[in-house]
Nanobody, 120 residues
Framework: QVQLQESGPGLVKTSQTLSLTCTVS??????????WSWIRQPPGKGLEWMGF???????FYSPSLKSRTSMSRDTSKNQYTLQLSSVTQEDIAVYFC????????????WGQGIKVAVSS
């Protein structure tokens, strides 16, 4: 059974950088079969794909967030991270990490999500 768990601060100040970590158990993030994603959901809105890390470790980002987003992985810890810079009130959301199969667009496993607020 694959489990994902998000961790990080629940409160970030405006203009600072949000850093979140996803710890994975039950599967190696170095596998060639999966993409490791970050997805968020602002209050009252739908899910927004932020980006993913593909086999080999390269990251691909949503065009709307690309200038502020960085993702990386640590295979020795089986973790991957999200950094979102210059946060504003529009970044208030529940942030999820999720696993997607390389050859299928659906997400097979999700973390429980972490709620992030932004203070002025």
């Amino acid at each position: 059974q694959v489990q994902l768990q998000e961790s990080g601060p629940g409160l970030v100040k405006t203009s600072q950088t949000l850093s979140l970590t996803c710890t994975v158990s039950g599967a190696a993030i170095s596998t060639n079969e999966h993409y490791w994603s970050w997805i968020r959901q602002p209050p009252g809105k739908g899910l927004e794909w932020m980006g993913f890390i593909v086999p080999g470790g390269s990251a691909f980002y949503s065009p709307s967030l690309k200038s502020r987003t960085s993702m990386s992985r640590d295979t020795s810890k089986n973790q991957y991270t999200l950094q979102l810079s210059s946060v504003t009130q529009e970044d208030i959301a529940v942030y999820f990490c999720a696993r997607r199969e390389r050859l299928s667009p659906g997400y097979v496993d999700w973390g429980q999500g972490i709620k992030v607020a932004v203070s002025s």
